[in-house]
Each structure stands twice: as structure tokens, then as C-alpha cells.
């Protein structure tokens, strides 16, 4: 049954042929642009015009506190400029090569909970730069009108902060110096505070002790090495630059020996009480894993009880049948880093119950990360009868997170993968993890923009050769599509390049492959390798749900439909 697919399909990920949509839409090809609101225009235009390292990469040693470090002076002096906005309100700083995000997200949805106006600062983004920001009590991203405001508010500050710079200010100094500004002027009583980079040459890191109520370190990887010194330890170093003096840190982890210990040390040198969410008095479970409407959580059970009389820590919680929508043995560690990271604030005074742990942690769901789509929306992509996850993992932690999802959501079924990285990530150790986790039945390669542009996307034939290595090495036979003369069996892992297809399109053959195989079993296709290719196929939901009116728009962004001719494409 393959043959008939392979001449096809191989044409449409050249960019030539007809795409293989069978939707309601197959008519069309929707030329979309993704588009923020019109008001913000100019703001965008403004920012476009700064460096942005999201888009070029950083350079080495950039995040090291060395000579070749950013200059936090430069920030210090923009922050001054603008009144000094990160003065007014409390933080908390969390750092961390996986589970930043993830964990600021689960803090701030506690500390809302219990009735806190909080402020939360992470990156990157998804579909809109205000996803960035969110304010209030209900964290959503901060309004079109809002952020508007303060920019033109602030901008011939702005102005004359970059030419007296010379022009150095990037585009995350500046959103940065504008994200506090929101918190001050709106009054938030605590801010939850991503690090972009490492942590010690990181703009966020202009906190003082006095306003920094604690600092948080998820884990320690190899992501951005060079710009962190080449090794584990200077990376150890880079992000234990959050650390103040006296202020509580928080350490997720596993970590290894010497690695816990540059931390525990950098804290001991500042006076700073360390708590560990891998403490033995911190432990957790997953029981089972169910679904509230269509929607897969896991049943957990976390208990924290640490009592540290020379640190002056006496910290206790016991939370029975938490519903974590956020799924994998990562994210209970992230839900419990978090956790520890409120206890810790309730030791300092802080008003925060047990329940409103518990509702914080079950009300936290961040796209694109573990995210399933609901049958409405695996519809509305014109598929029915599949699962399709969109988790933008790229690195060796992360994938073994994803496998983690996908064992316990999928433990059986027919698997294909559609892959899309930057230049400048771990290509064979991603590969590795998700090969002996959970070898795919079908994998796509395609290409997505990073961060607006070209420049650090990885080929797909890179790709392709990677995977055919790893592959190779692990004794996983494969069938390159592209390969007709191969000869291809039931067991075989198939292949196929499409660095033109369309990310609809992409999803279609993906599905089409997997249906070539024998029986009935379910089918699961995973949108991995970046958080851009996420955001493409939520970019596309987007579009097609104002397109057909088929439900709210995800997060009332504007987009631009033109019809053309066949297939699905973004821009």
C-alpha cells in the first residue's frame, strides 16, 4: 500500500504536485499571516529594528559574568532612566535550563489563587509578543491597549537610551525594561521573573535583595553552551548569579553532585537557606492518568516536609489527587519545584494555603508544551480519528520529557513525529532520547522559521541524516521515502523529507503514512523539535477557527487570510 504514496508524497515535500488535504479546506490554500493587532504596529516596528538573539543567536560566553558578558550596566542605566520600575514591587527570579517556564507558571498561578495581583515575565512566545507579559488576576496577556501605552509613554526615553548606548539596547533589554514597567505602574504586589539567558549577565538580573523575595533554579543542562562557558559548571555559575544575599533559593533538580554543589555554595557564600525539591522530605507520585473532557491530566500526589532548624526552614504540605493538566514525570517535578518555591515564601510571611497550591497547580496549562488538541480541533486541521500532541521539546531533557507524555497518554498505537529544530541545538542527543524512548512508526522533517527568520533553521536533509545515523547505531531499520528503490518493510521507520511542505499538509501525510500500516490500533502524531513549529500549527488553528468559525480565537490575535490555490501555508 506504501508504493502509491511514495511517488505522491515525495512530490509535495519538493513543493510540487497537489497536496494531499482531505478537509473541508483542501480547496484552498490559506495564505495566512499571523498578524498582531494593528495598534500595536508601531511598537513592532520599533522593536524589529533592535538585535534580536532569538533570531541570530547568541554570541560565546555572552551569558557568562566575564568580559565578554552583556552588560548589565547598560541595562541598570535604561531601568534608571525609566524611574526605576523594578524597585517598586516584589520577585521572584527562577533560572533553569528545562522548567523555567513551566514553573513560573505554576508559582504565578498560585500566588493568584490566593488572591495576589501578580505579574509574570517569561519567553519566548508563541503567537503574540503580549503573551510575554501577563498582569492581574486572571494571567492573561497583558491587553493590546496597555502595552500600547506604555511604549509610547516611554518612548523618547527609549530614543535617547539607544543613542546614548550606540545603539547597543537589544530587543529583550528593551521588552524586558517595559515588562517592569507594567508591573510597577499597574501595582502588582509580586512578579514572577523568567531569566531569557543563564542568569548572571541576564537583563532580568537587576533584582537587589531587598525586592527579591527568592530565587529559583529548575535544572542544569547543555543548552546555549557556548554562551555559557562550554561546561556544565560555568553554566552552574551563569545561573547561581540569581542568587542574593539572604534570600531563599530553591533548587528543582536532579542535579548532579558537583553541579548542586557550585549552587549550594554560591548560596552559602550570600547566606541564602537552599531547599531542594529533591529533598527525601519532598516526594511525589503519579497514580493514574484520566481525562476531564477530552483533556488528559495526571493524578498526583506531592508531600513536602522539610525541617531544617540550623536554616530556619520548617515547611510542610501534604496534596492528595492533584489533577496536573501539565503531563509527564518533568512537569510533577516542575509542579513540585514550584510548590516548594511557595512554601518558601510562606515561611517568609506570605499568605498562601494549601489549597491554593493545589488549585494553582491544576489550573496551570501552557500551549504548546504537552498540549493535545482537542477532536474539535484535530477536525478542524481535517483529520479525524487521530491524536495529535504539539510539545516543543529540543533538547536531550526535554525529548525524554516528551517520551515520558507520550508513554503515558499513548503507551501503545502507531507513532509518527513531525521534527522541525534550529541550527543550533543537540540534534543527535534529541535524536537519541526519542529513539530508544519510543521509536516512531513515520518520521516527517520539515523546516519553520526561527523567531521571524531563516537564519537558524536546520535543514531537513541535516535532519534526515541525523536521525538515519542514530537510527543505524541503534539497530532501528528505516525507509527513506525518497529511496524508491529500497526495499521497504512492515517494521521499517519511514522517512521522509519536506522542507516546502505546508504544516497542514505536513500533518496530512503524516497521518496518511501511519494509516498504511496494518490494523487499528490508535494513532498519535507529535509536532516536536521547537516551540516555532508549535506555534506554526497553532498560528494555522487560529486561522482556520476565524476561517470556518469554528470556535473563540486562541488568544484574540488578528490574522490575515488570503486564498489562493491548494494546500495549507503560514507566514
Known amino acids: 500500500m506504501i508504493s502509491r504514496f511514495v511517488t505522491a508524497f515525495s512530490t509535495v515535500g519538493k513543493g510540487k504536485g497537489k497536496s494531499f488535504m482531505s478537509s473541508n479546506f483542501s480547496q484552498f490554500r490559506l495564505n495566512s499571516t499571523f498578524t498582531e493587532d494593528p495598534k500595536l504596529q508601531g511598537f513592532l516596528d520599533y522593536m524589529e529594528k533592535l538585535k534580536n538573539y532569538e533570531r541570530i543567536g547568541v554570541p560565546k560566553d555572552a551569558g557568562t559574568d566575564s568580559d565578554d558578558g552583556f552588560d548589565l550596566g547598560r541595562m541598570r542605566r535604561l531601568l534608571q532612566r525609566l524611574g526605576n520600575p523594578h524597585s517598586h514591587f516584589k ?258 510571611g506570605w499568605r498562601i494555603s494549601d489549597k491554593s497550591i493545589q488549585a494553582g497547580l491544576e489550573k496551570t496549562c501552557l500551549p504548546g508544551r504537552g498540549q493535545f488538541l482537542t477532536r474539535r480541533e484535530v477536525e478542524t486541521l481535517g483529520l479525524s480519528g487521530v491524536s495529535i500532541l504539539v510539545d516543543g521539546a529540543h533538547t536531550e531533557a526535554s525529548a525524554k520529557g516528551l517520551i515520558d507524555i507520550i508513554k503515558l497518554e499513548s503507551p501503545e498505537g502507531l507513532l509518527a513525529l513531525v521534527v522541525s529544530m534550529a541550527s543550533d541545538k543537540d540534534h543527535m542527543a534529541f535524536a537519541t532520547q526519542v529513539l530508544t524512548g519510543r521509536p516512531p512508526d513515520v518520521i516527517i522533517f520539515t523546516e519553520t522559521n526561527i523567531a521571524g527568520g531563516r537564519s537558524r533553521t536546520t535543514s531537513t536533509s541535516t535532519l534526515k541524516d541525523v536521525w538515519l545515523r542514530i537510527a543505524t547505531n541503534l539497530g532501528i531499520r528505516t525507509f527513506d521515502l525518497e529511496n524508491t528503490s529500497q526495499q521497504k518493510h512492515d517494521r521499517h521507520v519511514l522517512l521522509m523529507e519536506s522542507p516546502n511542505t505546508l504544516v497542514g499538509d505536513s500533518l496530512q501525510i503524516a497521518d496518511e503514512l501511519l494509516r498504511t500500516r496494518s490494523g487499528e490500533k490508535p494513532r498519535l502524531i507529535v509536532v516536536t523539535g521547537s516551540l516555532h513549529i508549535v506555534s506554526s500549527v497553532l498560528a494555522l488553528l487560529e486561522m482556520l477557527h476565524k476561517k470556518f468559525k469554528l470556535s473563540k480565537a486562541l488568544f484574540g490575535t488578528v490574522v490575515a487570510v488570503e486564498i489562493v490555490e491548494v494546500g495549507v501555508k503560514w507566514r
Not at 102 to 124: D, Q
Not at 187 to 196: L, P
Open 91 to 348: 520577585a521572584v527570579h527562577v533560572a533553569g535550563t528545562k522548567g523555567k517556564g513551566s514553573t513560573a507558571a505554576f508559582l504565578s498561578n498560585i500566588l493568584r489563587e490566593e488572591g495576589y495581583s501578580v505579574g509574570c515575565y517569561t519567553s519566548p512566545h508563541l503567537l503574540t509578543i503580549r503573551e510575554r507579559i501577563s498582569l492581574g488576576r486572571n494571567g492573561g496577556p497583558v491587553s493590546v491597549e496597555l502595552l500600547r501605552n506604555i511604549f509610547y509613554h516611554w518612548k523618547e526615553i527609549l530614543n535617547q537610551s539607544i543613542e546614548l548606548e550606540d545603539g547597543a539596547l537589544t530587543h529583550f533589554e528593551v521588552f524586558t525594561a517595559l515588562a517592569f514597567s507594567l508591573f510597577s505602574q499597574q501595582g502588582v504586589a509580586v512578579a514572577v521573573i523568567e531569566a531569557g539567558l543563564g542568569g548572571a549577565r541576564d537583563a532580568t538580573n537587576v533584582l537587589c535583595s531587598s525586592r527579591l523575595a527568592a530565587s529559583v533554579i529548575t535544572s542544569i543542562g547543555e543548552e546555549h553552551l557556548l554562551a555559557l562557558g562550554g561546561s556544565l559548571e560555568s553554566i552552574a555559575m551563569a545561573k547561581s548569579g540569581i542568587i542574593k544575599h539572604g534570600r531563599p533559593v530553591v533548587i528543582g533538580g536532579p542535579l548532579q553532585p558537583n553541579i548542586e554543589h557550585i549552587i549550594r555554595n554560591k548560596a552559602s557564600s550570600l547566606s541564602c537557606p537552599v531547599v531542594s525539591a529533591c529533598d527525601v522530605g519532598a516526594t511525589s507520585i503519579t497514580r493514574f492518568v484520566g481525562r476531564d473532557e477530552e483533556i488528559p491530566y495526571q493524578s498526583c500526589e506531592i508531600h513536602v516536609k522539610i525541617e531544617d532548624m540550623a536554616l530556619v526552614m520548617d515547611m510542610f504540605v501534604d496534596l492528595r489527587d492533584v489533577k496536573l493538566r501539565m503531563l509527564g514525570n518533568h512537569q510533577l517535578r516542575n509542579a513540585v519545584t514550584a510548590t516548594c518555591a511557595a512554601l518558601c515564601l510562606r515561611r517568609e
